[in-house]
């Protein structure tokens, strides 16, 4: 099974400083790559996804993240947050030769907070 | 609009009761699932089901008990057996790598 480690369970930080959620997963065979974001007593939503291509994958709300194949990370940045990006944010990943449904496996969550 | 409808939004358990949570899609997914959320431990595959009348368990799933007679419907029923059940419960579907989420139940024990 795969495993996703997120290795801040909080992340403080200034209104329109810049932000990097870090993010590292356990495998040496090809997954999917993605970033969710969970607004208090709501489901999760889809920030950005890696499947294949560049490395560079941007999403919504500015955010962007980048696929370390070697380094087996997919870290999450965005230059300039806002006080609207507070929220609990979720790596994951799932093995896309499951055949039909991808089973999907999720990190702990980061907690990202913004101080005006 | 298609989506992911999680009823209701908060359930109360006594002890020794069984509680239904219902999630029901119209997105005309195959794939079904039920998550658990704990405060810092992210969220725990409950259930799973890929088609009709089929689901596998995830991993934590005693307690849990889940049916899918109906593709949109995927009911989560939590037993008696499950002792600390206090939890954010989260249903999804899935087609390919795109995964759609319910807004949730939060069950709390009375």
Not at chain 1, 22 to 27: E, H, T, V
Not at chain 1, 52 to 62: F, R
Not at chain 2, 15 to 32: F, I, K, P, R, Y
Request: negative net charge.
């Amino acid at each position: 099974a795969q495993s996703v480690t997120q290795l801040d369970s909080q992340v403080p930080v200034f209104e329109e400083a810049p932000v990097e959620l870090r993010c590292n997963y356990s495998s040496s065979v090809s997954v999917y790559l993605f970033w969710y974001v969970q607004y208090p007593n709501q489901g999760l939503q889809l920030l950005l996804k890696y499947l294949s291509g560049s490395t560079l994958v941007k999403g919504i709300n500015g955010f962007e993240a980048e696929f370390n194949k070697s380094q087996t990370s997919f870290h999450l940045r965005k230059p300039s947050v806002h006080i609207s990006d507070t929220a609990e944010y979720f790596c994951a990943v799932s093995d896309p030769t499951f055949n039909t449904g991808n089973q999907f496996y999720f990190g702990t969550g980061t907690s990202l907070t913004v101080i005006p | 609009d298609g989506g992911i409808t999680q009823s209701p939004k908060y359930l109360f358990r006594k002890e020794g009761q069984n509680v239904t949570l219902s999630c029901e899609q119209n997105l005309n997914h195959d794939a079904m699932y039920w998550y658990r959320q704990d405060p810092g431990q992210g969220l725990r595959l409950i259930y799973y089901s890929q088609i009709v009348n089929d689901f596998q368990k995830g991993d934590i799933a005693e307690g849990y008990s889940v049916s899918r007679e109906k593709k949109e419907s995927f009911p989560l029923t939590v037993t008696s057996a499950q002792k600390n059940p206090t939890a954010f419960y989260l249903c999804a579907s899935s087609i390919t790598e795109k995964l759609f989420f319910g807004s949730g139940t939060q069950l709390s024990v009375l």
